[in-house]
């Protein structure tokens, strides 16, 4: 079945840093990835939807200078938490798919110190 | 505007027991499709099943039965004989025409000994 590998599954970073989180689809091709952002016992709420070759689509709410999302092949698309606070530590987990259904990466983990 | 509904926040339940979710949605398509997926601690999201809007038949895997009623707009979820290793997080899920996934609350499910 579909495969979607994210990494790092875990990141703690120092406040100001940047994280890169990549979400790759390993046996399909993905034109549209999505990303989420999920907090403690909490539902998942989507940040943005990250096509390939344009700009991301960001959701209300979300600043997209701070979020940064890069979907430069088929099977590749990065965020980018820029300038990372406190705030920003939270689950994040990207998906791919569509009528047939989602793959969802295992998620990252972030906690900004 | 689409919206997935889901009343129980919390259940718990003893093993053996049979435990129903729910889940009521909302959305002005005509054409979406419903899902279900489970969080274990661990924060995966693992597929359950998908339902598209013109498909009304309940289904039955294993210890896990759907029941869709569109004319209540609801897909309920039921667990035969609870075990331990159903403790979780499940989630129910609407993807309308715009290939945008709602997700619902979420219901912490745990199934004691």
């Known amino acids: 079945g579909a495969v979607v590998s994210q990494h790092p599954s875990r990141v703690i970073c120092k406040s100001g840093t940047s994280v890169k989180i990549e979400c790759r689809s390993l046996d399909f091709q993905a034109t549209t990835m999505f990303w989420y952002r999920q907090f403690p016992k909490k539902s998942l709420m989507l940040m943005a939807t990250s096509n390939e070759g344009s700009k991301a689509t960001y959701e209300q709410g979300v600043e997209k200078d701070k979020f940064l999302i890069n979907h430069a092949s088929l099977t590749l698309s990065t965020l980018t938490v820029t300038s990372a606070h406190p705030e920003d530590s939270s689950f994040y987990i990207c998906?791919?798919?569509?009528?047939?259904?989602?793959?969802f990466g295992s998620g990252t983990r972030l906690t900004v110190v | 505007a689409q919206k997935v509904t889901q009343a129980q926040t919390e259940i718990s339940v003893v093993e053996k027991e049979d435990v129903t979710l729910d889940c009521v949605y909302e959305?002005?398509?005509?054409?979406?499709?419903l899902f279900w997926y489970k969080q274990p601690p661990s924060g995966e999201l693992v597929f359950l099943i998908r339902?598209?809007?013109?498909?009304?038949q309940n289904e039955i895997s294993g210890r896990y039965s759907w029941n869709f009623q569109k004319s209540t707009s609801s897909f309920n979820f039921t667990i035969t004989a609870s075990q331990v290793v159903d403790s979780a997080v499940y989630f129910c899920?609407?993807?309308?025409?715009?290939?945008?996934?709602?997700f619902g609350g979420g219901t912490r499910l745990m199934v004691k000994p």
């Open positions: 899920a609407l993807r309308n025409a715009g290939n945008m996934l709602t």
């Open positions: 959305t002005r398509d005509t054409t979406y499709y």
């Open positions: 339902r598209n809007s013109f498909d009304e």
């Open positions: 998906s791919a798919g569509g009528v047939g259904g989602y793959t």
